[in-house]
């Protein structure tokens, strides 16, 4: 069965860092794009990065480039997403996003808090 599950939010200070994984069940997604994306309250969700399946193409929204690196290591069936010089304004939950090759289904994972303190 697929599924995806997020772990490594928690709370840290403005200016710290933060590293979540995604772990990946059911075989397929590393040959598909994977994505981050985030929801903080009364917003919408929106992208925060995707990655190619070969982890050679990487897009990120505007607000985090330089800051936010998005990885993948398809032996480990693992997404990962490296939140360095963090801010308040990061606060939300993150959610790790991904389809199986020839399924129009996306796969969400329960999502993991992540909260930037002042």
């Known amino acids: 069965q697929a599924q995806l599950v997020e772990s490594g939010g928690g709370l840290v200070q403005a200016g710290g860092s933060l590293r979540l994984s995604c772990a990946a069940s059911g075989s397929g997604f590393s040959r598909n794009y994977m994505a981050w994306y985030r929801q903080a309250p009364g917003k919408q969700r929106e992208l925060v990065a995707n990655?190619?399946?070969?982890?050679?193409?990487?897009n990120y929204q505007d607000s985090v480039k330089g800051r936010f690196t998005i990885s993948r290591d398809n032996a480990k069936n693992t997404v990962y997403l490296q939140m360095n010089s963090l801010k308040p304004e990061d606060t939300a939950v993150y959610y790790c996003?991904?389809?199986?090759?020839?399924?129009?289904?996306?796969?969400w994972g329960q999502g993991t808090q992540v909260t930037v303190s002042s």
């Open positions: 996003s991904g389809r199986l090759p020839g399924h129009a289904t996306t796969y």
């Open positions: 990655i190619s399946p070969g982890g050679g193409i990487t």
